[in-house]
């Protein structure tokens, strides 16, 4: 298990692991501040030279995307996907006609 901050933000992630034959082999939650989310599904990893990256689907419905610094044993969120965002919200973000 490992505790990390988001740059800037202040905001307290921790992210805990299934540790098979490697240490950190795949995340099964994740806790944003005091919120606790479960890993739902893992939808994509890939290997990188000094980090690995998991594409996580979460209780909550969303997308997560995590790097892991294998070296540094640092986890970083790089990407958050909110597919249930509201519509009108979605329309104000995305159409850039409205002001």
């Known amino acids: 298990m490992v505790e990390l901050f988001c740059e800037g933000t202040g905001m307290k992630i921790r992210v805990e692991c299934y540790s098979g034959y490697k240490a950190n082999e795949r995340p099964v939650r994740f806790y944003l501040g ?6 739902r599904e893992l939808l994509d ?3 990188g030279e000094d ?14 995307l995590f790097k892991h610094h ?4 640092h986890w970083e969120l ?3 996907s ?3 965002l509201p519509l009108q919200i979605k329309d104000d973000v995305t159409d850039p006609n409205q002001a």
């Open 51 to 64: 980090h690995d990256y998991f594409k996580l689907l979460a209780d909550d419905g969303n997308t997560y």
């Open 78 to 80: 790089v990407l958050y």
């Open 34 to 39: 005091e919120k606790q989310l479960e890993v």
């Open 70 to 73: 294998r070296l540094k044993d």
């Open 82 to 84: 909110a597919p249930n």
């Open 45 to 47: 990893r890939w290997y």
